[in-house]
């Protein structure tokens, strides 16, 4: 099992639409977690760090539940340009390295 | 004016050959990292290293090794290349904030390997 998991899409919404992600890990011992985004043929983007008290920046909002151990991804108004790859990510602090899930596609369509 | 680059953007090679990927930050960071992305577009960490200490994957081949001549470069060497080291090579750079453990990470724009 990966630790990091997440559905790999494509996400296919119509501009204006909520379209939700979630992704689920493994270890326990992972202490911060984080959305990156990664457009197609660029380097992956800090979009957001989520915490446990969830936290939400203009139409995105990120939740964690420890208890489930999973991520979500909300984002709201759905613009043409949120077209991307999100890659849910765990950092844990005695490995001082991120690990990434495989990313979900998401298009948004006119 | 660039974060994190990386040089060369593409690098095509013959199987067999020793390549060298280079890695400069300008963000006065403590950490920097190299990542291989596959065609499936899974991100792996390949290294973690500071002035301190190298972190390695424990599934990375050592034909490949990290090479920090300063806190700002990070380059990755990589001896007798194979068919599937082909990927994208991403190196990284971060602030590790101990205190609350958290920490964000810049990408370079990757470097495009194919191995012939």
């Known amino acids: 099992r990966k630790e990091v998991e997440q559905d790999p899409g494509p996400f296919n919404v119509p501009e204006g639409a909520t379209v939700a992600f979630n992704c689920t890990y493994s270890n326990s011992a992972s202490q911060s977690f984080f959305w990156y985004r990664q457009d197609c043929r660029k380097e992956p983007k800090l979009l957001m760090s989520?915490?446990?008290s969830g936290n939400e920046d203009g139409r995105f909002t990120a939740q964690l539940n420890r208890a489930s151990q999973y991520i979500s991804l909300l984002i709201r108004d759905s613009k043409l340009s949120d077209s991307a790859t999100y890659l849910c990510?765990?950092?844990?602090?005695?490995?001082?390295?991120?690990?990434f899930g495989g990313g979900t596609r998401l298009m948004v369509k006119p | 004016d660039t974060a994190v680059s990386q040089t060369p953007k593409y690098l095509v090679t013959q199987m067999g050959n020793d390549k060298s990927i280079k890695c400069e930050q300008n963000?006065?960071?403590?950490?920097m990292y190299w990542y291989k992305q596959d065609s499936k577009k899974f991100l792996k960490i390949m290294f973690s290293?500071?002035?301190?200490?190298?972190?390695i994957n424990e599934t990375v081949p050592n034909r490949f090794s990290p090479k920090s001549p300063d806190k700002a470069h990070l380059n990755l060497h990589i001896n007798s290349l194979e068919l599937g080291d082909s990927a994208v090579y991403f190196c990284?750079?971060?602030?590790?904030?101990?205190?609350?453990?958290?920490?964000?990470?810049?990408f370079g724009p990757g470097t495009r390997l194919l191995v012939l």
């Open positions: 990510v765990g950092f844990n602090n005695a490995g001082n390295m991120l690990t």
């Open positions: 963000l006065g960071h403590d950490t």
């Open positions: 290293y500071n002035n301190k200490e190298l972190i």
């Open positions: 990284a750079s971060s602030q590790v904030l101990t205190a609350l453990g958290q920490e964000t990470q810049y």
């Open positions: 989520v915490y446990s």
